[in-house]
C-alpha cells in the first residue's frame, strides 16, 4: 500500500507560481510511476503531468512548458513545479501511483494509488 498526502495548494494571481508536493509513504516510490491529475468543479478529471520510474516524463498540452514534474526518491516525494499560472488552472490536484502503469501513464485508470487533493485556485 503507498499511502500520498500533497500540499502547498492555495491562491495565487494569474502568471503566478506554486509548488506542489506529494509525500508517499508506505513503499518507496522509486520503481512507481507519479502521476499528477486535476479536476476542475463539474469537469471530468484530466491528466496533468507523469514521470516514470526509468525518468520518462510526460505532460498535457495545456501545461507543457509551463509545469514540471520531478521527484526526490530520497525523500520519497513528487513535485510538481507551476510556473505562468492561468485562472484555467483553477482545479483541485491529484497526486497517483502506480507500479504497472497498464493503460499507460496519461490513463487515471492506470494508477491504483491516489491522493486527497490539493486545491489551486488562479485568480485573473
Known amino acids: 500500500q503507498v499511502q500520498l498526502v500533497e500540499s502547498g495548494g492555495g491562491l495565487v494571481q494569474a502568471g503566478g507560481s506554486l509548488r506542489l508536493s506529494c509525500a508517499a509513504s508506505?513503499?518507496?516510490?522509486?520503481?512507481?510511476?507519479m502521476g499528477w491529475f486535476r479536476q476542475a468543479p463539474g469537469k471530468e478529471r484530466e491528466f496533468v503531468a507523469a514521470h516514470n520510474w526509468r525518468g520518462d516524463t510526460y505532460y498535457a498540452d495545456s501545461v507543457k512548458g509551463r509545469f514540471t514534474i520531478s521527484r526526490d526518491n530520497a525523500k520519497n516525494t513528487v513535485y510538481l513545479q507551476m510556473n505562468s499560472l492561468k485562472p484555467e488552472d483553477t482545479a483541485a490536484y491529484y497526486c497517483a501511483a502506480d507500479r504497472q502503469l497498464a493503460n499507460g501513464p496519461l490513463n487515471a485508470l492506470s494508477y491504483d494509488y491516489w491522493g486527497q487533493g490539493t486545491q489551486v485556485t488562479v485568480s485573473s
Open positions: 508506505g513503499r518507496t516510490i522509486s520503481y512507481y510511476a
